[in-house]
């Protein structure tokens, strides 16, 4: 109803539950203001009043005026001060404040409320003349940019003009008379550009205001923002109004920016940046290089120290990492902002773990601080130790987010976007990044600015992206209309090749090596967690030692897939497996399977020796023999060469061997048919490195000896049978039985309808999604990109199927054939080892399996742990 509708809040009225109707920014204020901190005081002007504005075509309904002008009258009242009056006149900010921040997007202006009267009465209370123009003229070039679209290139260059004349360097050379001159350049400027004056009415000025931070909801930059973030049009933002404090008055004066923690790293402590004598946006803006927070405690102590608490203070009622705005005022300190902070993954990590061990948030809201790909994210890569040793870095700059990147430069994001296009790697290096660049930002490998500081636009956003970042690269110049940078006397063009380091602040000329750095992450005691919250497990898919270690590393419970067919992929190995498959006779196919069965033995010891008693399972051949023959006559001569045959028999044999469908060919259990003595030869090697491991290590290893491509009970049956055989053998050898078991995997569609007669043999499952979608689609595995394309170019498929499960079909075919296993065998374990199953989507409906693990790739699995326990 209109007339219940809430247009205006004072500061003294809200709480931080009302983000939807106060914005963000506005209801912490009013949250800060209950609590009783410093915050300058003042009122919102709601989102309700926001979408009523632009509802109705851009036009402030009456009750809204009335409530804005009920509002000032109070502040007035509050501050002692009177709105327009040239005796002791109120002035305020102007600030936009949507439900999500939404980082330079919407609009702000300072010193509302200042005309050729006012300024008068400003320079006369101050005492400083040269003070109160400065804050005019700022005035007029934030009120021309914001409510006119006025260039603020315009503006700057009339202030660089006069300081040329006037043969000045810095702005605070400028004097009084000085900035008078620049004013009356500005007016100029004004009814150049827009045929009006700047309006010396104040209330003109504050609704003009006001109306340009509800349009600029909907300008460009604020639409792609919102559609990079996911975030509703129909929100509309809210309007602060403040009574103005100044950070530029004299020397005690300042202003600055407050992390609780560190939001790059998480570690405890104040971490942010402020200017002396400067104000609001310049510090944000990042055109002077700002001070640590760190030496405010020299600058002013008292006020660092009483900063320091609030920080405390706000962190504890929020319960999270707060990223707060503050200015100081002749020595007194006032909050004009807190929010939530922004952080990379690693510090997203970092800090819920520390809040949680002190006490400020569960173990629930931990794991559901942590997102999906926060993960991903904290395992970053980094660049190869020794290349950044032997290499010199070209510029460096402030670390402002994480990570390393190689990608070719561009120094404009239209330039940067349409080179992404072409499929390039893009490293976007500007000046200072604007929200102008968010597109050529979010496609970017990584970003590099000139200037600014670590909470600059550039160092924000690419935090918030998760893109390596460096900025305020001091030494470094752009020239965007050259298409060049230069540096320390070196010209880089357009499309050049940069490594980019933004955990060190460093920027290389040509390519640095990447590796893969997890060390100082704290995932052990987030995988305790998170493992309690789920039933199933996470396993890896690795067969190399060092694949085995990062799985270990990265929270693997045990590995769900050791493919022994790509223990044969370094050449030595190839040759030998070439020989067994082009034998002859069965004593030529035993000779070698000798050799190998002392191979296998060796590796298997070292995989258990790395997986430390953790299950693994591990599967027998199941080689598509075309990825093993040689393929041409170099490949015929060199086999011939090691087997000691002639090229023309190998050529013979291969050509014998070759299927028209490899895919659906000789694989899996069909070749432990044909050929018995090659899976017990794996059989004895698992086995005995199994005992001989026990012996070494006095720890049993869970061996799960895994059949592939089974389709009927009685073929699992007689593989079963043979490798039994051969593993009492082993035992009698030993004089040692170790536990073992025999399963399968299930990844054809028959053996899912008749899972409950393979399960009567079959000590575990596992699915192996992979093979198990290209035969229940009919769909080749290698050949399915150009036919899934061509259905998803028509929508008739949503996803490919290889990289998230398809629930309706396959999904069908796993529930009942875990249904039928475990009716003849309720404790029989079960897994998905295709890495599918690892993908969100998948995991998203296989939660409510009734699986033991799903088994992926090591990277994946920290993600895949964390969706699992979110439930
Ligand atoms: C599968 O088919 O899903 C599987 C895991 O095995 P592979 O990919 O080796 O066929
Ligand atoms: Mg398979």
Known sequence: DFFMKTWVLPFNKGNAEQKELLGGKGANLAEMTRLGFPVPQGFTITTTACLDYLENQEYLNPSILTEINIAIAALEDETKKKFGNSQNPLLVSVRSGAKFSMPGMMDTILNLGLNDETVLSLAKDSGDERFAYDCYRRLLQMFGNVVFDMDHQLFEKIVADYKQTHQLVSDSDVTADGWKEVIVAFKVLFVKLKQRDFPQNVEEQLLLAVEAVFKSWNNQRAKTYRRLHGISDSLGTAVNVQEMVFGNFWDTSGTGVVFSRNPATGEAGLFGEYLMNAQGEDVVAGIRTPKSIQTLKKDLPKVYLQLKEICEKLEAHYKDMQDIEFTVEKGKLFILQTRNGKRT?????????????????????????????????????????????????????????????????????????????????????????????????????????????????????????????????????????????????????????????????????????????????????????????????????????????????????????????????????????????????????????????????EDFKRMYYVAKGHPMTIRLLDPPLHEFLPKNEEEYQETAEFVGKSAKEIKQKANALAEVNPMLGFRGVRLGVAYPEIYQMQAEAIMEAAVESYFELNNWMEVEIMIPFTTDASEFQRIRQLLEERIQEVFHKYNQPVPYMIGTMIEIPRACILADEIAQYADFFSFGTNDLTQMTYGLSRDDSPKIINQYMTHGLMKEDPFQVLDEKGVGALMKMAIEKGRKIKPELKIGICGEAAAHPDSIAFLKDYAIDYISCSPYRIPQAKLLLAKG
């Open 345 to 601: 993954a690693k510090a997203k990590l970092v800090i819920a773990l520390d809040l949680f061990k002190e006490g400020m948030i569960t173990e629930q809201e931990l794991i559901e601080r942590i997102e999906g790909n926060d993960l991903e994210e904290a395992l970053h890569p980094a660049f190869c130790k020794e290349d950044k040793k032997e290499k010199e870095s070209w510029v460096s700059g402030l670390p402002a987010s994480p990570g390393a990147a190689v990608g070719q430069i561009y120094f404009s994001a239209d330039q940067a976007v349409e080179a992404s296009k072409r499929g390039e790697k893009v490293i976007l290096m500007r000046a200072e990044t604007s929200p102008e660049d968010i597109e050529g930002m979010a496609i970017s490998e990584a970003i590099v600015t000139c200037r600014g500081g670590m909470t600059s636009h550039a160092a924000v956003v690419a935090r918030g992206m998760g893109i390596c970042s460096v900025v305020g690269c001091e030494n470094l110049s752009v020239d965007e209309k050259e298409r060049v940078a230069y540096a320390d006397g070196q010209v880089v063009k357009e499309g050049a090749v940069l490594s980019v380091d933004g955990t060190t602040g460093d920027v290389y000329i040509g390519e640095l090596r990447l590796e893969k750095n997890n060390t100082q992450l704290p995932l052990k005691e987030l995988f305790e967690m998170l493992d309690k919250q789920s039933s199933i497990a996470v396993r890896a898919n690795a067969e190399t030692e060092k694949d085995i270690t990062t799985a270990m590393e990265l929270g693997a419970t045990g590995i769900g897939l050791s493919r022994t067919e790509h223990m044969f992929f370094e050449k030595k190995r190839l040759m030998l497996f070439r020989k067994l498959i082009l034998a002859q006779t069965l004593e030529e196919r035993i000779a070698i399977l000798e050799t190998l069965k002392e191979v296998q033995k």
